[in-house]
């Protein structure tokens, strides 16, 4: 009989220690998985979606239209004035980093994807944290002023996309019960 008892107990254990090191890993892929669809809704989904601000890159009557950051490249062509001195005057139209692409692009979805791709979870007993190692994601989160080549730009409107969510620990809750209902199958 103490026999019986002492696997039970032992299989008890077990399945305690791998279910405290196995649910963060589970809760942080289902929350990055839930982050990731709100590039897609471009919203926040917190008791229904909350859209995001519009982006300028896509009114006709801002500055910025069709804007698409290429890098560290020269919007201006080089025009000699006077005896071999250069100087530079505005391209124009033919303005470098312009996209047409880019004034119908989804809202905080570059051509790369890159800071809906950088959403990681690291997952140590008992917490999960959601994390991106890019330094513009606090910034598009939470909103704030902001910089433009290095020089004071427009107060960027939050466009939160990781957060608390009532729709997300609806689906921790469901995978906190399923897990609890298998350690007594």
Same mark, same amino acid.
């Given at each position: 009989m103490n026999d019986i008892i002492t696997e039970l107990l032992k299989t008890i254990k077990t399945s305690l220690i791998r279910f405290e090191k196995d649910l963060p890993r589970y809760i942080g892929k289902e929350a990055v998985d839930h982050f990731v669809e709100n590039f897609d809704k471009e919203g926040f989904v917190n008791n229904g979606l909350q859209p995001w601000r519009d982006v300028k890159r896509r009114d006709p009557k801002s500055k910025?239209? !069709?804007?698409e950051y290429r890098g560290?490249? /020269?919007?201006?062509?080089i025009s &000699?004035? #006077? &005896? !071999?001195? /250069? #100087?530079?005057?505005?391209?124009g139209k *033919? &303005?470098?980093?312009?996209?047409?692409?880019?004034? &119908?692009?989804?809202?905080? *979805? !570059?051509?790369?994807h890159e800071l809906r791709r950088s959403l990681r979870y690291t997952a140590t007993q008992g917490k999960a944290t959601i994390i991106s190692d890019k330094p513009y994601?606090?910034?598009?989160?939470? !909103? #704030?002023p902001m910089k433009v080549f290095g020089r004071s730009g427009p107060v960027m409107p939050a466009r939160p996309? /990781? #957060?608390?969510?009532?729709?997300?620990?609806?689906k921790i809750k469901a995978i906190v019960d399923r897990e609890v209902n298998k350690l007594f199958k």
């Open positions: 910025w239209y !069709g804007f560290e490249r /020269v919007t201006y062509k &000699k004035k #006077g &005896k !071999g001195k /250069v #100087g530079y005057k505005d391209a *033919n &303005k470098t980093n312009f996209s047409a692409a880019a004034t &119908k692009r989804e809202i905080l *979805n !570059g051509s790369t994601a606090k910034l598009q989160n939470e !909103g #704030g996309f /990781v #957060g608390e969510s009532k729709e997300l620990n609806n």
